[in-house]
């Protein structure tokens, strides 16, 4: 396999899996090292090395689970951290290994593991507990954010060159632009105004993200499904989806966000829950493996899984408006799929079959469409060296196809697409697929 020996014979006193949420031995045994995931595998071409691969790391969970390798060791922290978790090694394996569920049991692993960092672990908590885990919270300091972008201080900070000083003039402008108002769930409904026949009720997971700086996009997509058919309706109470706390290893905390969103939405008593952005979407259609061990939520969080449905799967199997587009100008637009739509939900063919029923779209497909831009979450954070590699080989992908217009449909992705484009110099517009259908109309 090529393994490194300094990652296979540690110095460090050996310490092993423990406890709660540990890697499977049944996923990582069905791995077959036949290496078909090896050029689906984005940190694997950027570096050619085995360890950087799926099955490398597989590899090194093996060895921390059979004692060889010390779950400490900053090789094996630094392959699992590198990992994006984009799932292409999944869609790719012939034998159905889970390695999103290995990768991510890991994280959680060396999280607990961890020495304690006082200022590590106070910031971990303000982000993951404190932020994330409190919409109200989350919404204040979007606020804030809101009067940093619009008082002055955005443009004083860049042309005094405070940023540059920082060292976050990269960081800082992928931030979004904070719109004046923001979605705030609080059981509104909303209609179909006239329907043929009976309208599908269904429910919108508005997201923390998505419900405040791309409100403008939830608002559309409450637009897009009433024109399908559907009564809307924004349950109160739902939170964040948990998925950037999943990836950061810390289980707990995601397990609270899942319980708060299914009490939020069980008792709506809609036909679906519609979610349009890709990364949520992944992890609310696992909240039932997340909590398989809860004796009180396992069901209940399967009944809510088989509701989830990402708005382009769902929209695919309804009937569209004729008018679409009426005399619109032409537009070229190619498709940038996120990992966690294309790799973990496989859904491929939908956003294109939904940009294809618009009269005057041409749909110019892209080179690798599916390999990760380097978002992950809060990856073009945390590795950023990776990150932009990723970045920009996925712009000179998009620049070469001539489009007028790149499609996503995740906010991770946007924001990264938007701001690779912007420092490439090129006019090429980033659109939400909702955004694009909404204003087809």
């Given at each position: 396999m090529g393994i490194p020996l300094p990652l296979l014979h540690s110095t460090a006193t050996k310490?092993?899996?423990s406890g709660a949420d540990i890697p499977e031995s049944a996923i990582f045994q069905s791995c077959v090292r036949c290496g078909l995931c090896l050029p689906h595998c984005p940190t694997y071409l950027e570096t050619l090395t085995e360890t950087s691969s799926p099955r490398g790391r597989i590899h090194l969970i093996e060895a921390v689970a059979a004692g060889e390798l010390s779950l400490t060791d900053p090789g094996f922290r630094h392959q699992m951290y590198q990992c994006l978790d984009c799932r292409a090694c999944e869609a790719a394996c012939p034998s159905g290994v889970q390695y999103g569920k290995l990768v991510e049991s890991a994280r959680t692993q060396i999280e607990r593991a961890r020495p304690g960092n006082p200022l590590r672990q106070a910031f971990r908590r303000l982000?993951?507990?404190r932020l994330f885990g409190d919409m109200s919270f989350f919404r204040s300091f979007s606020r804030l954010l809101r009067l940093y972008q619009r008082s002055g201080l955005r443009f004083l900070a860049r042309k005094l060159g405070i940023l540059t000083l920082l060292r976050m003039e990269k960081m800082e402008r992928l931030l979004p632009?904070?719109?004046?108002?923001?979605?705030?769930p609080a059981n509104q409904e909303y209609p179909v105004t006239t329907a043929e026949q009976t309208p599908t009720r269904v429910a919108l997971f508005a997201g923390c993200i998505m419900s405040t700086?791309?409100?403008?996009?939830?608002?559309?997509t409450i637009r897009v499904l009433n024109r399908a058919g559907c009564d809307v309706t924004l349950p109160q109470g739902q939170g964040c989806c948990g998925a950037l706390t999943i990836h950061a290893g810390d289980m707990d905390e995601a397990r609270k966000m899942a319980r708060q969103n299914i009490a939020a939405f069980e008792e709506s008593g809609d036909e679906a829950i519609i979610i349009n952005a890709a990364g949520c979407g992944a992890a609310l259609k696992e909240y039932a493996h997340l909590l398989k061990d809860d004796s009180d939520y396992a069901e209940r969080a399967t009944t809510f899984?088989?509701?989830v449905r990402d708005v382009s799967e769902f929209l695919a199997h309804r009937p569209q408006s004729a008018a679409l587009r009426k005399g619109k100008e032409p537009l070229k637009v190619t498709y940038q799929e996120p990992c966690h739509l294309?790799?973990?939900?496989r859904i491929r063919q939908e956003p294109r079959q939904l940009l294809r029923s618009l009269p005057g779209i041409e749909l110019r497909e892209m080179q690798e469409s599916a390999?990760?831009?380097?978002?992950?979450?809060i990856y073009n954070l945390t590795q950023p060296e990776m990150s932009r590699r990723l970045q920009q080989r996925k712009i000179e992908r998009i620049i070469a196809t001539g489009a007028d217009v790149v499609v996503t449909a995740n906010p991770g992705c946007h924001l990264q697409l938007q701001a690779g484009l912007q420092e490439a110099g090129s006019k090429i517009r980033v659109r939400h697929i909702v955004d694009l259908?909404?204003?087809a109309d």
């Open positions: 310490r092993s899996f982000i993951f507990q632009d904070m719109p004046a108002a923001f979605l705030i700086a791309f409100a403008e996009t939830d608002r559309a899984s088989r509701k294309v790799h973990a939900q390999l990760c831009c380097g978002s992950a979450g259908l909404d204003q």
